[in-house]
């Protein structure tokens, strides 16, 4: 009897060793340091601002008035797998890359809701490791005038595109990297990070239980903020309990500037509405503002200590 036993039992340990085994490969495969780093570099980062045709032009003469830098030239273009049109054009500036989009028919969903675009490397190893880290493919891979798209959707409800070219772009480096301010629920925030850093392959930089609040307009509160790093760019996510005032959570990017002051007086004179007044913390001193037609960013500048 006790040999069956020990037999039984040996043959339940080798079963269950096994699965451990299988458990632990599929878990290699499926690890981001396993995997291909699809990012390029931050220049190649684009924030996507949607505004109307009428404000196109004003919109994107107010962006190089404040920050510097060229754009290539404005066409009409299909730039969904469904029938549509739009306006688009490419802002490069030294502080970080802006797509322009104008369109002139209804917008296909879930377009408009993507808040940055990523260029990636390899498509369809794009969309793998996407999926591998939790993340949803809301728009599968189509051709676009240029090469292909994918809009994903990471844990915590944040949009982005990944876009791949035919041709590789060659854009200059830029003189500061842009962070992407993501905004996610205390119920989400542990889910998003850890998708976002097993597909961007990055780091995290700090995690500040308690921020200074008036970063999100509670300047008698405190939040959680998380601080990260990839070859994509800058990534800040902000965790908080969504009562935020206007207009906290409606910029999608912030610009950090050598001078705040000198830039502030240069995007007023282009027609740059000052939402928030400038601010100062520890890290940073800082500003909410509105462009023409629209889009709402953060800039900043270092705090000199």
Same mark, same amino acid.
């Given at each position: 009897? #006790? ?11 080798? #079963?269950? +060793? ?25 220049? %190649? ?17 107010? !962006?190089?008035?404040? +920050? ?9 273009? #299909? ?15 030294? *502080?970080?890359?802006? =797509? ?7 917008? /296909?969903?879930? +377009? &408009?809701?993507?808040?940055? &675009? %990523? ?7 794009? *969309? ?21 798209? $994918? ?11 990944? %876009?791949?070219? $035919? ?17 996610? =629920? ?9 998708? +976002? ?7 995290? !930089? ?15 509160? =405190? %939040? ?5 790093? =990839? ?8 965790? $908080? ?26 995007? @007023? ?7 928030? /007044? ?26 000199? @200590?």
């Amino acid at each position: 009897m #006790t040999t069956r036993m020990t037999r039984v039992f040996a043959a339940i340990a080798s #079963t269950i +060793f096994a699965a451990q085994l299988l458990c632990l490969n599929l878990s290699a495969q499926s690890s981001p340091e396993n995997g291909t780093n699809v990012a390029v570099a931050p220049q %190649y980062d684009t924030t996507h601002v949607y505004v109307a045709p009428e404000n196109f032009d004003r919109f994107v003469a107010s !962006l190089t008035a404040t +920050f510097g830098g060229t754009t290539t030239k404005e066409g009409v273009f #299909t730039v969904t797998p469904t029938a549509s049109s739009t306006i688009s054009q490419l802002v490069l500036t030294p *502080v970080g890359s802006i =797509s322009v989009f104008g369109f002139k028919t209804p917008i /296909p969903y879930p +377009f &408009g809701l993507e808040r940055t &675009g %990523y260029l990636v490397t390899d498509m369809n190893a794009a *969309v793998r490791q996407a999926r591998a880290t939790g993340a949803d493919v809301l728009v599968t891979p189509f051709d676009d005038p240029i090469g292909k798209d $994918t809009v994903i959707q990471f844990p915590g409800g944040v949009i982005t595109q990944l %876009y791949w070219h $035919t041709t590789t772009p060659s854009y200059a480096p830029l003189q500061t990297i842009p962070e992407n301010r993501v905004y996610v =629920s205390a119920d989400r925030a542990e889910a998003f990070v850890r998708s +976002f850093l097993a597909f961007a392959h990055g780091r995290i !930089l700090s995690d500040e239980a308690h921020a200074p609040g008036v970063e999100i307009g509670r300047p008698n509160d =405190s %939040y959680r903020r998380i601080r990260i790093e =990839s070859k994509f760019g800058k990534l800040t996510v902000f965790v $908080t309990d969504g009562h935020l005032p206007y207009p906290y959570g409606r910029e999608f990017t912030g610009y950090e500037v050598a001078d705040l002051s000198i830039t502030l007086e240069k995007a @007023k004179a282009a027609g740059v509405e000052v939402l928030v /007044p400038p601010y100062r913390t520890n890290e940073r001193d800082a500003v909410l503002v509105q462009f023409p037609g629209g889009y709402i960013a953060e800039i900043h500048s270092t705090t000199k @200590k």
